[in-house]
């Protein structure tokens, strides 16, 4: 047989059940409000990375399963998360994505977080500590101790990634989530401090789960000429998928060939402490969250999911706080060459997962994504995405690949 018609296309593949995903899971409404609900609001998020608030009073925002979320930085030099929204009539307070407070603007006076809208005040442990005209409104009904922002959960953690919870009632420690995820690059990354030396985004029309897929699974080398070249050996054949519990899959290194490609040099020089020469690590974790060392630079994506066919994605390039500048220089070359908006690598990445997205679009018909190649778990393995399916299902409650069917645990179904 050749080509198929409709009947046979929508056939059943000859695979197993857990070996493909049904596409409605990247394009239907419903199922992204529940992921929102079930999976976003539920989870540790890492937003974004210490070095990016240095000194006392600066913010980050952000936004997680659509809300606002701001991190601030104390006099004390804690951060801490909050939810960005005014207990007063729900505005949003801080609308610029980073910034100081420490300074006073034309709506605020220094060190306070300021609601533009009425001037409610609050300092940076989210006490509110003035309220316009008290007296005059709510005479002895409602002062600031009545009132104040929402903290939320937030750890500094791995690196000194700034990771935060919607859920007051998380009963884990981001290391509990992790489940051993991250310990293979802990070394590498927590010997010294890192900094962020390369920020950029794509919003980009694709289920956020398409990125993510394309971070676990490594049989698409054949989309990157740079990969191939420099990869494709004994070594690269025998890279192993782990799967850790919680959804969190390692992607175990090999020495990269780079001087395989005209241009490109050996990172040993740089590599981050512990890290054997021009060694290549990837950790992907659940929902959505990958970190990536490439010997002499950290890459970390950190999704934002903004419909069933829409996600920002924030790159961040990290590298030692202490690098001299010469050695900065050379380590954003190595990450821009690789990784920057228009590297050898990530662009192609973009470039596949939003034709996926134009085939997925909402009221598109659904098709079977496959998931089913086995290869003793090594690298063009797809049991990265099959472990990451099973727990999407277990906190949807869905079945990936019968989404109107619920889940059942795949040692009951055998
Ligand atoms: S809404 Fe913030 S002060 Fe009124
Ligand atoms: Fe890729």
Redesign the pocket.
Known sequence: MSARNHEQWNAQPKLQSGEWVDSKIYSDEEIFEEELEKIWKQMWIPVCHESELKNAYDFRTMTIAREPVIVVRGKDMKVRAFLNV??????M?ERRPSGSFAKSTPSGTPKTMT??????QFDMKGKCVNI?RKEEGYQDRLCESDVGLRELKSEVYFGGFIWVSLNDNINQTVEEFAAGALDSLAPSVNEEPLEVFHYHKAIIDCNYKLWHDTNCEFYHDYLHYHNRITGFNDEYFARKNTGFKGGHVNVGSFEVQYENYEGFHSREELSFPHLPANQWYMIDMFPGVNFNLRGSALRSDIMTPLGPNKVMIEFRGLGLASDSPKDRKIRIDHHNSIWGPFGRNLCEDLIAVTGQGAAMQSGSESRQILHGRHENETIHDENGMRHYYEEWGRWVGRSPSHPDQPFVEPAETA
């Open positions: 005014c207990p007063h009539r729900g505005n307070i609601c533009m809208f009425h001037a409610w316009t």
